[in-house]
T-cell receptor, first 111, second 113 residues
Framework: EDQVTQSPEALRLQEGESSSLNCSYTVSGLRGLFWYRQDPGKGPEFLFTLYSAGEEKEKERLKATLTKKESFLHITAPKPEDSATYLCAVSYGGSQGNLIFGKGTKLSVKP | DAGVTQSPTHLIKTRGQQVTLRCSPISGHKSVSWYQQVLGQGPQFIFQYYEKEERGRGNFPDRFSARQFPNYSSELNVNALLLGDSALYLC????????????FGDGTRLSIL
């Protein structure tokens, strides 16, 4: 069964403590892997798109990487305002245009 | 530029009623998708429309229907509401039907009593 799995489910960090979030996928014919940030009561906010293995994207303290089986979202020296749920989603040949989401990683950064 | 806008923001209904949710995409975006998100889960795909044609449908019952208008705005209709339909309903728009990032609105919180 096609699926997207994110780990860990929850992550608590101290301010400045770098870490990584994982997104593994088992779909075939990947057309794009997308990272989103979601704050409570809000819709997902687009962060990055990755299309092929080896691709990397960066934005401020966030860096996303992609292999043939998984993606990592690296958070360098996080701040409390980085606290949110981070969602990973894939678009692939069998999904046509729609996104298949993981359950997300809830990140808490304490000062 | 205005992002994806959804209305209403909150809605309370009772079992058996019908509801219509509305979405205006980002200007220039021709694809609109609807997702359902329950607490603690990622969004689940319901429908995608592109150029006013249905492009895809997720695993939801026929009580769910949608349409897209000539100005690319969209409506999601749910009939015969059940308690399990309580969720955050998200609309997303994108430039193309496939491969482009989807940009989400803040959703409609639907509560069924």
């Amino acid at each position: 069964e096609d699926q997207v799995t994110q780990s860990p489910e929850a992550l608590r960090l101290q301010e400045g403590e770098s870490s990584s979030l994982n997104c593994s996928y088992t779909v075939s014919g990947l057309r794009g892997l997308f990272w989103y940030r979601q704050d409570p009561g809000k819709g997902p906010e687009f962060l990055f798109t990755l299309y092929s293995a080896g691709e990397e994207k960066e934005k401020e303290r966030l860096k996303a990487t992609l292999t043939k089986k998984e993606s990592f979202l690296h958070i360098t020296a996080p701040k409390p305002e980085d606290s949110a749920t981070y969602l990973c989603a894939v678009s692939y040949g069998g999904s046509q245009g729609n996104l298949i989401f993981g359950k997300g990683t809830k990140l808490s950064v304490k000062p | 530029d205005a992002g994806v806008t959804q209305s209403p923001t909150h809605l309370i209904k009772t079992r058996g009623q019908q509801v219509t949710l509305r979405c205006s995409p980002i200007s220039g975006h021709k694809s609109v998708s609807w997702y359902q998100q329950v607490l603690g889960q990622g969004p689940q795909f319901i429908f995608q429309y592109y150029e006013k044609e249905e492009r895809g449908r997720g695993n939801f019952p026929d009580r769910f229907s949608a349409r897209q208008f000539p100005n690319y705005s969209s409506e999601l209709n749910v009939n015969a509401l059940l308690l399990g339909d309580s969720a955050l309903y998200l609309c997303a728009s994108s430039l193309a039907a496939v491969g482009q990032p989807q940009h989400f609105g803040d959703g409609t919180r639907l509560s069924i009593l």
